[in-house]
């Protein structure tokens, strides 16, 4: 029976500190403004920024590069943060993620 690796997150917020854009969606900004109580282009003024690329919005960083949203080792945002936060380490991560990401392997059947 053929396996394959997933990992389980143990919220240590590493990929959370890794500088760089994490992208949110027009259905996300939706979700995530409600979440927080906010109108939407309330929310987009004052927690997005234009991707690099000018291709959609980002989440702001912290100046340290960490996620705005990250508090301590708690994301603020976490019943509804962007899909690409879910993704990590699986559909996307870093160079040394795995020196850093706490995230425990299991084997899981295909």
Not at 58 to 87: S, T
Request: charged share 25%; net charge positive.
């Amino acid at each position: 029976m053929p396996y394959e690796v997933q990992y389980q997150c143990q919220r240590c917020t590493a990929c959370c500190r890794w500088p760089g854009q994490v992208k949110v969606s027009a259905q996300e900004t939706v979700q995530i403004a409600a979440f927080l109580g906010v109108e939407e282009d309330n929310f987009i003024q004052r927690f997005t920024r234009l991707r690099a690329q000018r291709e959609g919005l980002a989440l702001l960083d912290k100046p340290n590069g960490e996620c705005f949203f990250l508090d301590g080792r708690d994301c603020r945002i976490q019943p509804v943060k962007p899909q690409q936060c879910r993704d990590f380490p699986h559909k996307w991560n870093f160079p040394g993620w795995r020196q850093t990401c706490e995230a425990t392997p299991v084997l899981t059947s295909t």
